[in-house]
């Protein structure tokens, strides 16, 4: 399943464009920014993003690239898992 990665357009202040930018070329990501992701209070503290609806945030908009790779692969590691 290809991970859903949703930015937040008031929280580009934070960094963030240029890192979904770069994560739109990957054909693997389906990338989505959308006005607002209701998250108002974190939006002007630092850089967040979700991944499949789960709120990925770091101190800056490189470790958010980190943080949102590693939340990718966590979740690709879970739906590898055969459940018997």
Do not use: H
Not at 27 to 46: A, F, I, K
């Amino acid at each position: 399943m290809r991970p859903i990665i949703e930015f937040c357009a008031s929280n580009i202040g934070q960094g963030t464009e240029k890192l979904k930018n770069k994560l739109e070329q990957n054909p693997e990501y389906d990338v989505v920014e959308y006005g607002c992701l209701n998250n108002c209070g974190q939006c002007y503290l630092q850089p967040f993003a979700m991944v499949d609806g789960e709120i990925i945030e770091a101190e800056s908009a490189d470790g958010l690239e980190e943080a949102i790779e590693a939340a990718i692969k966590e979740a690709e590691a879970w739906d590898s898992l055969e459940i018997d």
